[in-house]
Nanobody, 118 residues
Framework: QVQLVESGGGLVQAGGSLRLSCAASRSIFGINAMGWYRQAPGKQRELVAAITSGGNTNYADSVKGRFTISRDNAKNTVYLQMNSLKPEDTAVYYC????????????WGQGTQVTVSS
């Protein structure tokens, strides 16, 4: 069974930076896109950033210009570089690998807490 293991969360002051990593325990066939989602207390999970197999990226308006998503296919890993962090970025961040093989299947990480203090 494939596992996605996240790392890099923590506590940081506003204006600081963090880099999240998410590595799959093995290669996954048919990965179409990788992404990062977040969920703050009392709020729905939302897409933060995504990157397709072709390298196209998509960002939530709230993080454009501050966050950068990247991937290393050889390492089955996706990254999220977060700069100029704000208190409203505080949330649990989840990575997602989406496989398309005639049907769509989503793999999820366990979540990593990011806390930004003011």
């Amino acid at each position: 069974q494939v596992q996605l293991v996240e790392s890099g969360g923590g506590l940081v002051q506003a204006g600081g930076s963090l880099r999240l990593s998410c590595a799959a325990s093995r290669s996954i066939f048919g990965i179409n896109a990788m992404g990062w989602y977040r969920q703050a207390p009392g709020k729905q999970r939302e897409l933060v950033a995504a990157i397709t197999s072709g390298g196209n990226t998509n960002y939530a308006d709230s993080v454009k210009g501050r966050f950068t998503i990247s991937r290393d296919n050889a390492k089955n890993t996706v990254y999220l570089q977060m700069n100029s962090l704000k208190p409203e970025d505080t949330a649990v961040y989840y990575c997602n690998f989406r496989a398309v093989r005639g049907y769509t299947y989503d793999y999820w990480g366990q979540g990593t807490q990011v806390t930004v203090s003011s």
